[in-house]
């Protein structure tokens, strides 16, 4: 008998619960059936695996029973009889294979999800909400919105794909360039949740996953090789971003050697074929900027006022607050912190939610001496942190002295 704590059946569930719903949505082409049924099987996963031990496959295992239970939820309404006899001669007469190759449900739901007949922040929204398993809090945290708003929001676009008849499928080839911003923005959020939440370890692989497989199926859009090559150039510094007593490295402190040189370079061949292009967009720059750190032998090779351009560039393109931080942060490392600092403070009424916005704030000040404010900021930035080593970091202010 194996004992599977509640939380390591989180774990698994939320690994899965994006490949599983997809798998239903196609069968069934409704949202909120699919989503019941993936929920109660988690919740007799909660009840049987503890007892029972793992199932082999535990991602089938869930597939397969949220299957049958939408089944039989849908025998038990009359009034969904038509959508039974869409699910039988959909599913067949066996259970779907287990653990097989679904992704191109998975990018489908991507593509529903990011209809034009939604709203540009709803589709990504919902993708990350659907495909990505994530809680509506978390999806709030993305956007920087309160969660019962998030949660009005996400409920809206689902009635709306069911009212509008939004089909479940990859659109044709003339529609795929008004979809695919969204989409790509789609991805680069699932990897950056992934990234800052140790509790979705799977994130970070299933949108790199996601991004090659629309490289191939886009093979001409310069931003999908853009965005392709910015996850794998910091994808590249994982096993670096940890010291072994799990606490975290920035950037400037990692072990260089410990970067995954296989990815820098697939990352690199890309971001060259790009410049070939020469129609350079936000995903390209940040793949060039993130090249640039990993052309550096050191921390201190670093070439600030080539990153200094490249966010000019990037901004000129997308004037976002959050590129306005990154850039203010590149300019200090260039040109001192009373610089940066100066450029920060203009961006507080936009960014006062946004724990990177304090942390930030908190190392220029450090560096000006000017303690007891950034202590304030650090506490500030761990205060708004999800949990994890950069929560711990920011708690212990920033604890590394900085040479």
């Known amino acids: 008998m194996i004992e599977e704590s509640r939380d390591a059946i989180g774990r698994i569930f939320r690994q899965e619960y994006g490949r599983s719903l997809a798998m239903l949505i196609g069968l069934f082409g409704d949202i909120d059936v699919a989503e019941d049924a ?3 099987a988690y919740a007799l996963a909660l009840d049987k695996w503890p007892t029972d031990g793992l199932p082999p496959n535990p991602g089938g295992w869930i597939t397969t029973t949220a299957r049958n239970r939408a089944i039989d939820r849908l025998r038990r309404r009359t009034r969904e009889r038509y959508l039974l006899g869409e699910a039988a001669l959909l599913a067949g007469d066996g259970p779907p294979q287990e653990g097989g190759d679904m992704s191109d449900d998975r990018l489908k739901l991507i593509f529903t999800c990011c209809h034009p007949a939604l709203a540009a922040e709803t589709q990504v ?15 709030a945290r993305s956007f920087l919105v309160a969660e019962p708003a998030m949660a009005q929001r996400l409920v809206r676009a689902k009635r709306k794909i069911k009212a509008a008849r939004i089909p479940y499928r990859t659109p044709a080839v003339h529609e795929l360039p008004d979809r695919l911003p969204p989409v790509l923005a789609v991805i680069y959020l699932i990897y950056t949740t992934g990234h800052s939440g140790p509790e979705e370890p799977g994130l970070c692989g299933e949108a790199i996953r996601l991004a090659r497989l629309l490289a191939a199926l886009m093979p001409d859009e310069p931003e999908v090789s853009g965005l392709l090559a910015l996850l794998l150039l910091i994808e590249s510094r994982r096993a670096a971003r940890t010291r072994p007593d799990g606490s975290l490295a920035v950037l400037g402190e990692q072990d260089r050697d410990r970067w995954d040189r296989g990815l820098i370079e ?3 061949a890309i971001v060259r074929r790009c410049l070939a292009r020469d129609r ?5 720059l940040q793949a060039a900027i993130n090249a640039v750190h990993a052309d550096a032998a050191a921390a201190a090779d670093t070439d600030w006022s080539q990153i200094v351009a490249l966010y000019d560039h990037l901004y000129a393109l997308t004037p976002t607050p959050v590129v306005a931080l990154n850039r203010a942060i590149a300019i200090g490392e260039a040109h001192g912190p009373a610089t940066a600092l100066a450029l920060i403070d203009r961006l507080e009424a936009e960014l006062g939610q946004y724990y990177p916005f304090h942390a930030a704030r908190a190392d220029l000040l450090r560096r000006l001496n000017r303690y007891s404010e950034a202590a304030a900021a650090y506490q500030r930035a761990a205060a708004l942190a999800p949990p994890g080593a950069e929560r711990d ?6 604890r590394t002295p900085r040479p």
């Open 125 to 139: 929204a919902l993708t990350l909400r659907l495909l990505g398993g994530l809680s509506t809090e978390q999806v």
């Open 280 to 284: 350079p967009g936000p995903y390209q």
């Open 38 to 40: 993936v929920q109660e």
């Open 266 to 268: 697939e990352g690199h």
């Open 393 to 398: 970091f920011l708690h212990h202010g920033g």
